[in-house]
């Protein structure tokens, strides 16, 4: 995109992975801000520098060069955006640096919410304002009711209710955001490895017809890690042939949604907004 233009208000974006950033980014624009991404590496799709004015590749471990970077362009307001695996933590060779290894040894335990919240602090203190990301989320907010033209039936109206429950109260412990079940029985509950994993894993046990239910946490904080489903969603219930979706009304983030309702119109899949 075109250079920073000096005089509009900037925003910065902290992207991982998935189509999030790039959404943010649209949305950002048509509210007038001028946006730079710092792209963590190797999450952040490549495709990223196209939605934005700069673009500065930071290796996902290096949080001082993250602040720095913010810094840099001069940002005082940024939006965290993206999914950052936990389990890059345990599984991969990325080296956090003296900042990040000062974070983490800072924690009481390593749930989601102590760690996003222990980085936003690190941010703040330098003068960055996070922002609330449904500010930028206004078109791609889940809505109220059945989006597809088939239902759920009476019986997966049951196990929607039934794993709200379940949900909601894995996400009071910050263990996960989805719970996957059948007939009023628990198959899987997402923890480290993610939704669509989670919903691949519960959907092989259930077998066809498994009922997938992801909600914001009861005190879900809207600057990060607010539930996002996708294409890979469908794709992983496609995959057990799992049968319904449910995500969480105006606190959830639906990204390409004409394509995930036709997508799930061909296959039979039910996608529901409900909020309790």
Do not use: C
Not at 66 to 94: H, N
Not at 114 to 126: C, G, H, P, Q, T
Request: aromatic content about 4%; cysteine-free.
């Amino acid at each position: 995109m075109t250079a920073i233009h000096q005089g509009k208000k900037k925003i910065g974006i902290i992207a991982g992975a998935g189509e999030l950033p790039k959404a943010i980014a649209t949305e950002a624009h048509s509210q007038g801000y001028t946006v730079v991404a710092i792209a963590l590496e190797p999450l952040a799709d490549k495709s990223l520098s196209d939605y934005v004015e700069e673009v500065k590749w930071v290796n996902v471990g290096k949080f001082g060069q993250i602040i720095d970077t913010l810094k840099k362009y001069g940002l005082k307001e940024a939006v965290m955006a993206g999914k950052v695996s936990k389990s890059l933590l345990y599984r991969s060779k990325i080296t956090p640096d003296l900042k990040a290894v000062k974070i983490l040894f800072s924690l009481k335990d390593r749930s989601d919410d102590s760690i996003l919240l222990a980085v936003a602090r690190e941010i703040e203190k330098e003068g960055i304002h996070l922002l609330d990301i449904l500010r930028f989320s206004t078109g791609i907010l889940t809505p109220e009711g059945v989006l597809t033209e088939d239902g759920p039936t009476d019986e997966e109206w049951k196990d929607i209710l039934f794993g709200w429950k379940i949900a909601k109260e894995i996400g009071r412990l910050d263990i996960g955001q989805t719970v996957v079940v059948k007939n009023q029985a628990v198959m899987a509950i997402e923890a480290i490895e993610g939704t669509d994993e989670a919903i691949i894993r519960g959907g092989r046990l259930a077998g066809k017809g498994a009922v997938v239910v992801k909600v914001s946490k009861p005190k879900q904080d809207m600057r990060f890690d607010v539930p996002v489903v996708g294409l890979n969603t469908i794709r992983a219930m496609l995959e057990v042939d799992a049968r319904v979706l449910s995500v969480e009304s105006k606190k959830s983030i639906i990204l390409n949604r004409e394509q995930i309702i036709e997508e799930a119109k061909k296959t039979g899949i039910s996608i529901v907004g409900y909020s309790g």
